[in-house]
């Protein structure tokens, strides 16, 4: 999809068993504020720099109508021919799991035209949409959508500080021979 590369830092331990509710627990909400994204970015290590950074990825994938409904008819910092055009997608009720792009500009590339749409209020998400709403993120979510390659080495860094988040140690879990499965 054209993102960027970065070294995986080999011989991390993987758990033997997977848990939905424990890999979700510490996900920010959709619904999350700019203080509430940065204090669960916090408590993992990971300052603002790396929410911002890390939030890009928003630039592929896609989200439930469920998550955004909110956002596009009752929020009033969101682009208005953006939120008129989202309800054939995603009407005022009904609908929950209808999908749309995290960013309508470039949904299948990685690239740094997330941090534009949030610039023109097209943030799909309401958290995603605090990252540039007159606060302490802005200056940096402008710096990536001016920089590319900026966004891209910082989007590669944190994803390194992220893997290195509360690795097991010792005998706890497994090194994999394929990150996919247990082995």
Same mark, same amino acid.
């Given at each position: 999809? /054209?993102?960027?590369?970065? !070294?995986?830092?080999?011989?991390?331990?993987?758990?033997?068993?997977?848990? *939905?509710?424990?890999?979700?627990?510490?996900?920010?909400?959709?619904?999350?504020?700019?203080?509430?994204? $940065? &204090?669960?970015?916090?408590?993992?290590?990971?300052? !603002?720099?790396?929410? %911002?950074?890390?939030?890009?990825?928003?630039? $592929?994938? !896609?989200?439930?109508?469920?998550?955004?409904?909110?956002? $596009?008819?009752? +929020?009033?910092?969101?682009? &208005? #021919?953006?939120?008129?055009? *989202?309800?054939?997608?995603?009407?005022? &009720? /009904?609908?929950?799991?209808?999908? &749309?792009?995290?960013?309508?500009?470039?949904?299948?590339?990685?690239?740094?035209?997330?941090?534009?749409?949030?610039?023109?209020?097209?943030?799909?998400?309401?958290?995603? !949409? +605090?990252?540039?709403?007159? @606060?302490?993120?802005?200056?940096?979510?402008?710096?990536?959508?001016?920089?590319? %390659?900026?966004?891209?080495? #910082?989007?590669?860094?944190?994803?390194?500080?992220? /893997?290195? $988040?509360?690795?097991?140690? @010792?005998?706890? /879990?497994?090194?994999?021979?394929?990150?996919?499965?247990?082995?």
């Amino acid at each position: 999809l /054209g993102g960027p590369y970065w !070294q995986v830092p080999l011989g991390r331990r993987d758990s033997t068993t997977a848990s *939905l509710d424990s890999a979700n627990k510490d996900i920010p909400s959709p619904t999350s504020s700019l203080s509430g994204l $940065i &204090s669960a970015f916090r408590a993992k290590g990971l300052n !603002q720099q790396d929410l %911002i950074a890390l939030s890009g990825a928003h630039t $592929i994938g !896609q989200a439930r109508c469920l998550l955004f409904r909110n956002r $596009i008819f009752n +929020e009033t910092n969101v682009d &208005s #021919d953006f939120a008129t055009d *989202l309800p054939d997608s995603c009407p005022a &009720s /009904g609908g929950d799991n209808n999908l &749309s792009p995290l960013d309508p500009t470039t949904p299948y590339v990685f690239d740094n035209k997330y941090y534009a749409n949030l610039v023109e209020k097209k943030g799909l998400l309401h958290s995603d !949409q +605090e990252l540039f709403n007159g @606060g302490s993120a802005d200056a940096q979510v402008r710096s990536y959508m001016s920089d590319p %390659i900026s966004f891209a080495r #910082d989007f590669a860094n944190s994803m390194v500080k992220m /893997g290195s $988040i509360s690795p097991l140690t @010792g005998t706890a /879990g497994q090194v994999r021979v394929n990150c996919r499965k247990v082995n």
